[in-house]
């Protein structure tokens, strides 16, 4: 079981720096519903992306080990990987950060969009959004319900957070370290609330704040049940295990 159940609603828009409506976090105990976090000396403030990576690289220094949703993807589809020849997930933080510097104080994912060499077709899915009835492609960046701005602004910060030697021994990211989480080790991974919010109820929060709270709620709500291992394995053929180690996976797609 895990000491803290921390869900984080993400947002592509502007630059890291800027304060964002949609940048939500909740965190969870497991005898306590979710809470809002305020952004560290900031109550009432909306956070930065920038805040919010450093803020998770503090609680993953925790001795008890912690479970962190993020509502962006952590990959590309594996026709991606092919064609621009990256051969593990390590290898496509490290190249994706180089073209995608959107962790600098002043750039927009719209700033690095123009003949970007690293870039995708809405049409191509990744396996784990086959799997689903409504995830959008990564590589969508406009229109309503897409995260292709999330996923292409947070994704450098995964890079940021695989690189601190300070929690690099202590954190699984899944699945890409592993289906099988190794006992007391935290875990990062991605989900997606469209999933399970309309599981609980809304109260006075918008639509931001319940998809932070839902994500740190089904983490709780799944551990204490016993389950939440379930959703770490789910049921793939060896192939498809393989993609995935690449490409990604959302927690709660079984």
Known sequence: MYSRYIGIDYSGAKTPISRLKGL????????????????????GWNWTRNEIAHWCSEQLQSNKPIIIGIDHAFSFPISYMNRYGIRDWGHFLE????????YNDNITVESLRKNNPRSGNQSEF??????????????????PGQVGKSTHSGIPWLNF???????????????????????????????????????????????????????????????????LERYFDPPLKIKEREQVKLEGWILGVY
């Open 24 to 43: 939500q976090v909740f965190c969870a105990t497991p005898n306590e519903d979710p809470i809002k976090v305020h952004p560290p000396n900031h109550i």
């Open 95 to 102: 190249d994706f950060y180089h073209y995608w510097f959107t």
């Open 126 to 143: 990744r396996l784990t959004e086959i799997w689903t009835s409504s995830a959008k492609s990564v590589f969508q960046l406009d229109g």
């Open 161 to 227: 957070l695989r690189q601190d030697l300070q929690i690099r021994e202590h954190v699984h990211f899944w699945p890409f370290d592993g289906f099988e989480v190794p006992p007391g080790k935290s875990v990062l991974a991605e989900v997606y609330p469209s999933i399970f919010r309309n599981r609980y109820a809304k109260n006075e929060r918008n639509e931001h704040e319940q998809d932070a709270y839902s994500i740190a709620m089904w983490l709780k709500d799944m551990d204490n049940r016993g389950v």
